[in-house]
Nanobody, 117 residues
C-alpha cells in the first residue's frame, strides 16, 4: 500500500521561507511523477509544482521564482522549498504521487501553511 506523509508546514511571516517534505513508502519511488498541490480557504485545489520521474519540474505562474520542487530518490522523498512567502500562499499543501505505468495517483494527508504577520 502506497503511503505519503507530508511535513514542514507551519506559521510564517510574509517574506519568510518553509520547506515541505513528502516521504513515500510502499512502492518504488523513482517510478512516480510527484506533485505538490494546495487548497486555500474557499478555493479549489490547484497544482503548485510537479516533477517527473526523470527530474523535470514545472510550476504554476504564481510561484515561479519563489518555490523549488526537488526529489531525492534514495530517500523516497520530494521537497518543496518555498521562499518569499505571501499571505496568498496560505493553504493546505498536499503531496501526490502518480504512477508512470498506470493511471493511478496517491495523496498525502496535507500540511497546513499559514503566511501571516
Amino acid at each position: 500500500q502506497v503511503q505519503l506523509v507530508e511535513s514542514g508546514g507551519g506559521l510564517v511571516q510574509p517574506g519568510g521561507s518553509l520547506r515541505l517534505t513528502c516521504v513515500v513508502s510502499g512502492s518504488i519511488f523513482r517510478f512516480f511523477n510527484m506533485g505538490w498541490y494546495r487548497q486555500g480557504p474557499g478555493k479549489q485545489r490547484e497544482l503548485v509544482a510537479n516533477i517527473t520521474s526523470g527530474g523535470s519540474a514545472n510550476y504554476v505562474d504564481s510561484v515561479k521564482g519563489r518555490f523549488t520542487i526537488s526529489r531525492d530518490n534514495a530517500k523516497n522523498t520530494v521537497y518543496l522549498q518555498m521562499n518569499s512567502l505571501k499571505p496568498g500562499d496560505t493553504a493546505v499543501y498536499y503531496c501526490k504521487a502518480e504512477s508512470v505505468f498506470k493511471a493511478i495517483g496517491y495523496w498525502g494527508q496535507g500540511t497546513h501553511v499559514t503566511v501571516s504577520s
